[in-house]
């Protein structure tokens, strides 16, 4: 018999959902992605559900079991043992919900008993006690980090569950943590919403509880806009963007807010965080676009410059050519900073950008000087950087 913790659709109603949310493997920039269970009561007006078509979706559901899913995980074409960074719940439920915090163990100890020595990462505002923190420190060859999203955000409209959860849980697990490490997941930061002086301070306080904080802005894509309008929500920006929004003066106030309050390691990217927790260097490679570097611990900046080594185009040609959507790729310039490339599409980009551990632009979406693959709102318009000089 097939068993779930939660409720298993049927096969009919799988069929029903979206393209998008039946895709239960996914490649995002921080790692391959597991999402077998979906649905979230917490209601956050932000959440990327909408994006999926899955807003409705309000209790966890799982598509598969467990077993179903790992396999389904390990035999994708885009896993690769110990090297693909993994993330498990990351974009319709939360990991820790009651019930599905039993799928969350059910997959990480069977990875975990195959000596899979992959990234995991687990990103949670909800409750961790300290018996699940026993549970993951008792992983012996995952690399598990659990990032607690903490915006500071005051509005229940916006976020209706108590933000004081994910503070009290990033406090007890980084008290506990063996194995596995805490970050602090600081976001979505709002210019007006939860950037006052005071929410500041808090941020940088509890950043010096944990082994890392990560700071970044607003998903703001066309969905959530209408979900914001459609509710009379305060929309944050008037215009939506493909990419995360960090305006320039939101920035420059977060870095100073840390380096006057002593705040803890700070980064601006994820894998950054991820990878400096566990003493390696950044997977995603980020270590060609100096400038994202600026922040980083001394240690973490000698580790990445190491690690650095520029593919050559024949390298990545062979890398693509292993994938069955790697026909009509082009290698459009490598430089220091990154390789641009044309005809692969985003997902297999990441194949290749974790295969290498360097960063693989898409030559249709231009990453801009200083704007660190975010969204051009709130930057002054510096003209076009289509393809960034190594120069820089
Ligand atoms: S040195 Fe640069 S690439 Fe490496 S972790 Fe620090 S910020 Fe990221």
């Given amino acids: 018999m097939r068993r779930t913790f939660v409720p298993l659709l049927s096969v009919e109603q799988v069929a029903r959902l979206s393209e998008r949310a039946k895709e239960v493997v996914e490649y995002r920039k921080s790692g391959l992605s597991l999402n077998h269970v979906m649905g979230c009561p917490l209601d956050c007006a932000y959440c990327i559900r909408h994006v999926y078509g899955a807003w409705d979706m309000r209790q966890p559901r799982a598509l598969m079991t467990d077993a179903e899913a790992v396999e389904l995980l390990v035999n994708h074409r885009y896993f690769q043992p110990d090297v ?59 690399r598990v980090t659990l990032l607690f999203t903490y915006s500071g955000i005051d509005d229940q409209r916006i976020e209706p569950f108590p933000k004081e959860v994910a503070e009290k ?11 596995y490490r805490a970050v602090l997941y600081w976001r979505p930061l ?21 082994h890392a904080t ?23 920006y008037g215009e939506t963007a493909r990419r995360k929004i960090v305006p320039e003066t939101l920035e420059k106030r977060v ?26 260097p950044d997977y995603n490679g980020h270590y060609g676009i100096r400038e994202l570097c600026d922040i980083c611990p001394t240690q973490q900046l000698d580790r990445c410059a190491v690690a650095h080594r520029v593919p050559s185009a024949e ?19 490598v430089s220091e900073r990154a390789a641009v490339v044309a005809g692969l599409e985003e997902q297999p980009r990441y194949f290749l950008q974790h295969s290498l551990g360097f960063q693989i632009h898409d030559v249709r979406h231009p990453h801009r000087h200083r704007r660190h693959g975010r969204a051009d709102i709130g930057w002054p318009d510096t003209g076009s950087s289509s393809v960034e000089s190594p120069h820089e």
């Fill in 84 to 142: 693909t960074p993994l993330q498990i719940f990351n974009r319709a439920t939360d990991p820790f919900l009651p019930k599905v915090k039993d799928h969350l163990f059910a997959v990480l100890e069977d990875l975990d008993e195959r000596g899979l020595r992959n990234h995991v990462l687990v990103i949670t505002r909800y409750r961790v006690d300290a018996e699940d923190c026993v549970r993951l420190n008792a992983l012996g060859n995952l």
């Fill in 169 to 179: 849980s990033l406090r007890l697990a980084a008290q506990l943590a063996g194995r």
């Fill in 190 to 210: 709002v210019p007006g919403l939860n950037d006052s002086p005071e929410h500041l301070i808090r941020a940088v306080e509890l950043s010096r509880v944990a």
């Fill in 214 to 236: 990560v700071f970044t802005g607003l998903f703001y894509r066309d969905e959530i806009a209408a979900y914001y309008r459609a509710n009379g929500l305060p929309e944050p």
């Fill in 255 to 280: 870095l100073e807010a840390f380096r006057t309050g002593n705040g803890g390691p700070l980064f601006r990217k994820t894998s950054c965080a991820v990878s400096f927790v566990h003493g390696e």
């Fill in 315 to 333: 390298e990545l040609r062979e890398i693509a050519a292993r994938l069955p959507e790697g026909e009509d790729f082009q290698v459009v310039e």
